[in-house]
Structure formats: structure tokens, C-alpha cells
């Protein structure tokens, strides 16, 4: 069976090819929010929005593909016509995020990493040492000017907009960035306290801070205590 994918990029508002884009295979998952396996990306020009893959694993059923200034989509693919299987991806128009970030006292923040973290599709965003670090290619990173401001690409229409520099931190949702242009940060704190375990102090024992935000993590660069 040929092992060879083809496919086109339009955009989904007017049908139009997008010349310029990047994709990978892999298999997705049951909600279509990502792809996973090997992870191998390829960039495309053509005039067409056409583009040909070789799949790589046996399992790869699905094409994730990426656009400046479009929301990510993942297609899996459709059964073979003749023989050949051929895809075809539309793509939104997703325009990029502008904005600035304040510091705790009011005043620009520049230095201070922007991302949007989402579901759908699932970044990977780590918060580490007080900065934020990407893992996957679709995940955009910024870092706003000696002004304080800054612009971002966004994967989809929904996500958290999380801003980390020293000034301080803040996560904010998408939609009300959107509509206010701001950012605001919170200073930095500690968390203190006292473990037990059975009523008795739990000496040795390993705390790691973690967010409840989809498709972010935390790493032990800042965020780890021993007891």
C-alpha cells in the first residue's frame, strides 16, 4: 500500500490556496486535539497550497498543519480514491494577539514571555526558573519590547494567555485579552506550610508546584522543595 499522502491548504473563509505552510503525520487522538509519534515537520511553498507527505510510521492516520496567522488543524485522512489517497485542509483565519503587559505597579513590562496555552490543539508551555519555554513547533512564543508590548501568533480560538518575566506572573484567558489589549502582572510569592503525613511531619519528602492549565507544566527549576 503506498505509503504517500497528498494534499492542498486553502484558506476556509475564501477558498483560496495558502502558498506557505508547515505540517507533520502522526495518529490522532479520538478528539482530533493533537497528533502523536515521531515528530517530524515539514515546511511547503508552492503557489497551489499543494503539498506531498511519505508517512513514516504504520500508524499515522492524521496531518497536522500549521499557517502564519491561521488557527492549526489536524485532518485525518480520508480513504483511498484510485489508489491515492488525497487531503485537503482548510485552515481559519486566526489573527495574530497584540498587546502589553504591566508590571505590578503599573509600568510597561518589557523582557517578559507571552504564549497561549490551549487544549485544542495541546501546547506544551514550561514554566521554568521564571520563564516559559515551548516544546512543540505550533506553540508561539513572544517577548514584549522595551515598551512592554508584544504579538503572538494563537493556535486556535480559545486558550490561556500567560505572561512570565520577573516583574511577575499572570494567566489570563484569551477572549478578555483580546477585547482589553492588557496584561497584568502579579508579583511573585511563596507558598509555606507544614507536611504531615499520618499526623506525623513528612521529613525528605519532594513538593513540586504545578498549574491547573491545560498544556502547561512545571519543571523542578524553581518549583521543587524537599521537606
Known amino acids: 500500500r503506498s505509503r504517500t499522502r497528498w494534499g492542498q491548504v486553502l484558506d476556509a473563509t475564501t477558498e483560496q490556496p495558502i502558498t506557505k505552510s508547515a505540517a507533520r503525520t502522526g495518529t490522532a487522538r479520538g478528539d482530533n486535539a493533537d497528533v502523536y509519534g515521531v515528530i517530524r515537520y515539514k515546511d511547503f511553498t508552492a503557489p497551489d497550497g499543494r503539498f506531498t ?3 513514516e510510521e504504520e500508524a499515522d492516520n492524521a496531518v497536522a498543519v ?10 485525518k485522512f ?3 480514491q484510485n489508489g491515492t489517497v488525497q487531503v485537503v485542509v482548510r485552515l481559519k483565519p486566526s489573527a495574530s494577539l497584540n498587546g ?3 508590571a505590578p505597579d503599573g509600568t510597561p513590562a518589557p523582557g517578559v ?3 497561549v496555552a490551549s487544549e485544542q490543539p495541546r501546547t506544551s508551555i514550561q514554566l521554568s526558573g521564571g520563564h516559559l519555554r ?9 517577548t514584549t519590547d522595551a515598551d512592554g508590548h508584544f ?16 516583574p511577575g506572573y499572570a494567566s489570563v484567558p484569551l477572549a478578555v485579552v483580546r477585547d482589553s489589549g492588557t496584561v ?8 509555606e506550610g507544614t507536611l504531615k503525613i499520618g499526623g506525623q511531619p513528612g521529613v525528605g519528602k519532594d513538593l513540586l508546584f504545578n498549574l491547573s492549565i491545560a498544556g502547561v507544566g512545571t519543571d523542578f527549576n524553581g518549583y521543587k522543595s524537599t521537606t
Open 53 to 55: 507527505m511519505n508517512l
Open 113 to 115: 514571555n507571552v504564549a
Open 66 to 75: 500549521y499557517a502564519e496567522d491561521y488557527a492549526d488543524k489536524i485532518e
Open 151 to 166: 504579538k503572538v501568533a494563537v493556535a486556535g480560538d480559545d486558550g490561556t494567555v500567560m505572561a512570565v518575566g520577573d
Open 78 to 80: 480520508p480513504d483511498a
Open 184 to 191: 497584568n502582572l502579579q508579583a511573585w510569592g511563596r507558598i
Open 134 to 142: 515551548s516544546y512543540d513547533a505550533h506553540t508561539k512564543m513572544a
Open 100 to 102: 502589553i503587559v504591566l
